[in-house]
């Protein structure tokens, strides 16, 4: 009788071990140089970052991760607990989506295919890229100034920052209009204008498409507009 019931034990735990989690959205891909690590699956949570999938990865650099998605949402794949702070961002998605990326330079610039969010937020990314690399020139800049006592520089610099950023949140305005069938234009607005004009986000929670607006970002852009319409109304 011990030796059935120590069988059975044994049974339960192998099927235990073997039962990979399913899900409607599948992550592949590989990750060259990876020999040995192992790669999770995270998003956010309200404000922390939670590992829903995991696997080991062993010789080859192959991968696959997989999760329950209700809304398209963002994702990141970190390596061994993110214990180096890199990461591979991407719109999740159902469906398959496929990640190449490389060990050397994990999270810099990877290929992701499976996700239509994820080609427009790689379109955004890539002109926001060039006002980053223009603000951190205009830290330089401002250093220097204040370095020499540049008074008329820094006032300078100061009103060209102002209208960079101007310029800034315009783009990145009129590409979430352009891109209102899309749950990356709420995202984009949450992530990048939540401390704009609340026009500007208004401007973009009406043009959002009744799909997008039902979705996971399209909500919270709608609740975080009301927030702080609220707390205008309570200052008056």
């Known amino acids: 009788m011990k030796k059935i019931i120590g069988f059975i034990l044994i049974a339960i735990l192998a099927v235990a071990c073997s039962t990979k989690k399913d899900g409607n959205m599948i992550v592949q891909g590989n990750i060259k140089g990876l020999k040995k ?3 999770y699956l995270q998003k956010m949570q309200d404000t922390a970052l939670v590992s829903v999938d995991s696997v080991k990865v062993s010789g080859d650099g192959n991968f696959r991760l997989t999760d329950n998605v209700e809304s398209p949402e963002m994702y990141y794949v970190t390596f061994n607990g993110n214990i180096t702070n890199k990461r591979i961002l991407f719109f999740g998605d159902k469906g398959t989506i496929t990640i190449k990326d490389n060990i050397e330079l994990f999270g810099f610039n990877p290929e992701i295919t499976g996700s239509k969010n994820q080609l427009v937020f790689n379109d955004y990314m890539k002109i926001n890229s060039k006002f980053q690399i223009q603000s951190l020139e205009f830290v330089k800049k401002e250093f220097d100034a204040k370095r020499d006592n540049d008074k008329d520089l820094l006032e300078k610099l100061d ?3 102002r209208n960079m950023i101007r310029r800034r949140y315009l783009y990145t305005t009129n590409f979430a209009l352009t891109n209102a069938d899309s749950e990356a234009a709420p995202y984009i607005a949450l992530t ?7 026009k500007l986000l208004d ?3 009406n043009s959002l498409s009744e799909g997008v607006k039902n979705s996971t970002y399209g909500k919270r852009l709608d609740t975080y507009i009301k927030g ?3 707390k205008e109304k309570e200052r008056k």
């Open 37 to 39: 690590g192992t790669l």
């Open 203 to 205: 401007t973009i929670n």
């Open 159 to 161: 009103k060209d920052y």
């Open 228 to 230: 702080i319409k609220e």
């Open 192 to 198: 990048e204008l939540y401390n704009a004009n609340i």
